[in-house]
């Protein structure tokens, strides 16, 4: 397992941008999948975007395609999520989560997380 610290995320009105971050404790996670995950209060955990850092091949979850950009570090010890043009239904607790080698995109699949941060879009 890797330790993983975020950072970002507040409150924002509808169409803006937030930036969330999250480091890894590892000296490299160049083997690793990343990705982010959200529960907004009441609802299901859902899958938002993942990365793999080796290849940089990225998957998203249709509600954010387009909107959200995943990325990593040349250092590949750290790991981004840009959400722009946010909406209300973006309101969320987003989390990164790791995993050794292949893309998943299903919670279980992870058995690294963050601490998890707050997104909060107002209308």
């Known amino acids: 397992q890797v330790q993983l610290v975020e950072s970002g995320g507040g409150l924002v009105q509808s169409g803006g941008s937030l930036s969330l971050s999250c480091a890894a404790s590892?000296?490299?996670?160049?083997?690793?999948?990343m990705g982010w995950f959200r529960q907004a209060t009441g609802k299901d955990d859902e899958f938002v975007a993942v990365?793999?850092?080796?290849?940089?091949?990225?998957y998203y979850a249709d509600s954010v395609k387009g909107r959200f950009t995943i990325s990593r570090d040349n250092t590949k010890t750290t790991e981004y999520l840009q959400l722009n043009r946010l909406k209300p239904e973006d309101t969320a607790v987003y989390s990164c989560?790791?995993?050794?080698?292949?893309?998943?995109?299903?919670?279980?699949?992870?058995?690294?997380w963050g601490q998890g941060t707050q997104v909060t879009v107002s209308s």
């Open positions: 989560a790791a995993r050794r080698e292949s893309i998943k995109t299903t919670r279980t699949d992870f058995n690294s």
């Open positions: 590892r000296r490299t996670i160049s083997s690793y999948t």
């Open positions: 990365i793999s850092v080796r290849s940089g091949i990225t």
